[in-house]
Structures are given as C-alpha cells and as structure tokens.
C-alpha cells in the first residue's frame, strides 16, 4: 500500500470512529432545538475542560505556533501562549456576568440584539459569521496541508473527507454529541502531542544537540529578550484575545455548564492547559529550525526530515485529525447556532423543528465554499491574523456593554466601524508589506493596538460628552432576562414583541 493510500484510510478510520461515537451519543434521546444549541446546564467541570480545550486546540497548533517558534523564537510562544490561553480565564468571569444578566440565553449576538439593536447586531453577526468561517476554512487547510505534505494526497480530498464526517455527527447530534467527542478526543490529542515532541527530541539526540545549529544561527530565538519576538508576542496577546471573544462555541460551553462554579473552574482549568500545550507546539518550530524550516509547515517538514519510522506518521496524522474534527465539529455547530436567532423572528410561525432543519441546510451550505477556499492552500497564520483584526475593532464596545448602562447602540456600532477602519489601515498584504505609506503600515502590533485604543476613546468620549449634556440613557439590564425565553418556550413570541420594540427604539438613534 502506497503511503498516500495509506494515509486516506487512516483518516476514512480516524474519522468514521470519531462520527460512529458522536452518533452512538445522539442516538440515546431525541435532540430539542434547545438541546442542539446549548445543551443547557447539563455539563460537569471534567467534561467542560476537555471540550474547552479540544475545541480550541484545533489543527493550527500544529501550523502557527511551530510557524511562530521557528521565526519569533521563546519570546514569541510565550505571548502566543499567553494570548490564547488569557480568553479561557476572562470567560470564567464574563462567562458568569452573561449567565446572570441573561440566563436563558444562547449566543454572543443574541446578547448584543438586545442590548444593543439591529445595527450593532448586524455588524456583530458579520464579524462572528466572518471569523468562524475564517477559522473552519483555517482548519480544513491545516488538515490538508498537513496529509499533502506527509503522504501526497491533493488538498481538496482530504478537506472533503474530513468535513464530511463531521457534518454527519455535528448535524445529527448539535452540542451535546459535539461536547461527547470532544472529550474522546481530548484524550487522544494530549498524548500523542507528548509523544509528537519526545520522538523529535529523541531522534535529534537530545535537546541540546536539537538547538545546537539554532544557537549558532539564530541565538536570538532562545531568549526571552528578543525585541521582534517581544513585539510579535504582545500582537498576538491582542489579536487572539479579540478574537476568542467572538467564538460563538465558548459562549455556548458558558450555556453547556452546569452551574457558575463549573464554569469558573472549567475555563481557569483550561487556562492553565492550554498554556503548557501552546508551549509544546511552538518549540517544536525551534527542533525544525535544526533543518532550517521556517514556515507554516515547520512541524511536519521536521517529521519528514527525520525519515521516523511509519508508525509514528500514523501516530501524527491521528493527532492532526483529533485536533481539526473537535476544533471543526464545534465550530459548525456554533455557527448554526448563530442561525436560530434571526430564524425565529423570521419564521415566528415555524415549528422547533422546521427551525432546526433549516439551520443544518445554512451549515451545510458553508462546507462547499471552505473546501474549495481550503484547497487553495492559504497561509494559515495569515487567515487568523485577517480574522482578527476586525473582531478587535468590536471587542471594547461588546464586553463593555455587560457592565455600562450607559453605553448606547448607536455608540457601540459607530465605534466598532471607527475602529476597524483605524485597524485597517495599518494591516499587511498577505505577504506582510504595507499596503500604503501611512507611518507604520504593515505594522501588526499597531493595526491590533489601534482598534482598541480608538474604541475605548471613542466610547468613553461620547458617553462623557452625553452626560455633560444632560442626556444620559441607562440601559435596563432586566430587558436581557425578560425578554430572552429557552427555544420552545410558551411565551417565545410575546418575548419577540417585546425584543422588536426595543430594537426599534435603538434604531431610531441611528
């Protein structure tokens, strides 16, 4: 058997065992409309930290932070590292405001409906839709990146394998089937992420021979002093902080926990897993310095130039499928949730059902175009960078407005725009030159630094300049309690009235 062929049953293997477990978990009781999005309350801090931390280290962990290792060095893991695991210990306590002020909520964007109307949940939406698109694209290109350069198999197939398998577990069985496999897998990824690392140091002969050739030419990677790496770090803080923000599928994993304390202690969990993870990876982009590399396809170019035995191949492309079918499976899921909202205030009159087979049409709807765009073979850092830069123009506004009654709609959406404009300005072209000769274009740490920064001036501003005339409006928080029913629910449609009112009120001050 070819290595190709061997490497396409090992995924049809991987990937039906994963899909039989997640059916086999949906097949116990029939799936609610409410059960398909959040699962509510039914999960406890062991089963949440696994799902919290499979469905965020996905595919690219194996791709970006090698990538980021073998070019930024320590100093640049290091804010990778902290810049990814820092969103998991801010939702154990944003996560515990949005339970109490919405308890029977579902997503980020139904939050900000109501607290904010149309127009910043318009913009909301977009960017959410827009950074889970960008990042389920960003794991089929992993994966098929992954098994074209281990074994020659064309990126198209190996994105249509993978996201078909999970489409047929994450469609049947929503959160809950999601959350299941989620922990099956996290008890695959760690392992094998161990065993990823140990091997390379072992058959580089040690770790001190491993950075050998990197102390000669590169000694700037091993410190912690180094100033691009520093810089780099700090971008990442930013941008990955943003981002993780609006991923619908830890605000559904807030909904999933069984009580507040399970969700404290699941998230801070994570926050210290993810960490010593995230560190293992990108020091796997120093060993493959040994050779050289220093691009996206760092790891597995090392696993190449090792000529390891066949086994350990196997072993890898095991850990590359656990990592990118938990990342996509919830992904896929969230971004259906997204769906229910504006599917129930258009379709008022449609059953629990009709309503759920709609959302997995518009799911599935989003594989053709990932695939095709995955087989393309984009620059996965690049993809999340791009990503991120707009979920950071909304990310003051959004979480502020949990705790300001005074912020109004139409303060959070201008602000938002503002700043992602700002952010835009100094983004890269994909090749990470400047795109104009603005002072600072192309300057990463500045397009992430300057959204936030203009959106908090902005926001603060107006609501100073407001009081100082007089014309404060606070926000009645109970809205977010009274109006917002679980799917099902008797009273969902006067809940509706109610919410539309409100949203028209917020419109008026556009």
């Given at each position: ?9 090992v995924?049809?293997?991987?990937a039906a065992?994963?899909?039989?477990l997640?059916l ?12 398909y ?10 089963m ?31 804010g ?9 210990a ?13 308890p ?18 318009r913009?909301?939406?977009g960017?959410?839709?827009?950074y ?10 992993a994966?098929?990146k ?34 299941f ?25 040690g ?10 030419t ?66 796997l982009?120093?060993?493959?310095m ?40 919830s992904?896929?899921?969230?971004i ?7 599917l129930l ?34 620059n ?12 950071s ?7 502020f ?11 959070a959406?201008?602000?938002a725009?503002v700043?992602?404009a700002a ?15 603005l ?69 008026l001050?556009?």
């Amino acid at each position: 058997m070819t290595l190709g062929a061997t490497a396409i049953a090992v995924i049809l293997i991987t990937a039906a065992s994963f899909t039989l477990l997640g059916l086999l978990k949906a097949s116990r009781h029939t799936i609610s409309l409410e059960d398909y999005m959040v699962s509510r309350n039914r999960v406890g801090t062991g089963m949440a930290l696994a799902t919290i931390v499979a469905s965020a280290m996905g595919a690219w962990i194996l791709f970006s932070p090698p990538e980021v290792g073998a070019t930024s060095g320590i100093a640049g893991i290091v804010g990778y590292c902290i810049g990814q695991a820092t969103p998991a210990a801010l939702f154990a306590f944003m996560g515990t405001r949005m339970r109490f002020l919405m308890p029977k909520g579902h997503s980020l964007n139904e939050y900000v409906l109501h607290r904010f109307g149309q127009a910043m949940y318009r913009l909301t939406l977009g960017i959410v839709v827009f950074y889970m698109f960008v990042y389920v694209v960003a794991e089929l290109t992993a994966i098929a990146k992954a098994v074209e350069l281990m074994a020659g198999v064309p990126l198209w197939l190996t994105a249509l394998l993978v996201i078909s398998a999970v489409f047929v577990y994450t469609i049947v069985g929503g959160l809950e089937a999601t959350i299941f496999t989620d922990a099956i897998q996290f008890a695959v990824i760690v392992p094998l992420l161990l065993l990823s690392f140990g091997i390379a140091v072992f058959a580089l002969g040690g770790w001190d021979n491993a950075v050998a050739p990197v102390t000669q030419t590169a000694p700037e990677l091993l410190t912690l002093a180094n100033g691009p790496g520093i810089k780099f770090g700090a971008t990442l803080v930013i941008a990955v902080v943003a981002a993780e923000m609006f991923n619908q599928t830890n605000w559904q994993r807030i909904y999933a926990c069984k009580t507040d304390q399970v969700v404290r202690r699941s998230f801070l969990g994570s926050f210290l897993l993810i960490l010593p993870m995230l560190l293992i990876a990108g020091l796997l982009g120093i060993l493959a310095m040994h050779f050289g590399f220093n691009d996206d396809r760092a790891f597995f170019s090392l696993i190449q130039a090792l000529e390891l035995p066949g086994w350990v191949t196997i072993a890898v492309l095991v850990l590359v499928l656990a990592l990118v079918m938990s990342t996509l499976s919830s992904l896929l899921n969230g971004i259906s949730s997204l769906f229910t909202t504006d599917l129930l205030r258009l379709f008022p009159q449609q059953s629990a059902s009709g309503i759920l087979r709609i959302t997995r049409l518009l799911t599935l709807g989003l594989g053709l175009p990932a695939v095709l765009i995955a087989s393309q073979g984009y620059n996965v850092l690049y993809l999340f960078l791009l990503a991120d830069l707009v979920c950071s123009g909304a990310l003051f506004p959004v979480l502020f407005g949990l705790y300001s009654r005074r912020l109004t709609g139409a303060m959070a959406f201008w602000s938002a725009v503002v700043a992602i404009a700002a952010g835009a300005l100094f983004f890269p072209r994909p090749d990470f030159s400047p795109w104009n000769g603005l002072p600072f274009a192309g300057d990463l740490l500045v397009s992430f630094a300057a959204p936030i920064v203009v959106s908090i001036v902005l926001c603060l501003g107006w609501i100073q300049l407001k009081a100082q005339g007089g014309k404060t409006e606070a926000f009645d928080f109970g809205i977010l309690s009274r109006d917002i029913r679980a799917y099902g629910e008797s009273d969902m449609v006067s809940a509706n009235a109610v919410a539309n009112t409100k949203r028209q009120a917020d419109d008026l001050l556009l």
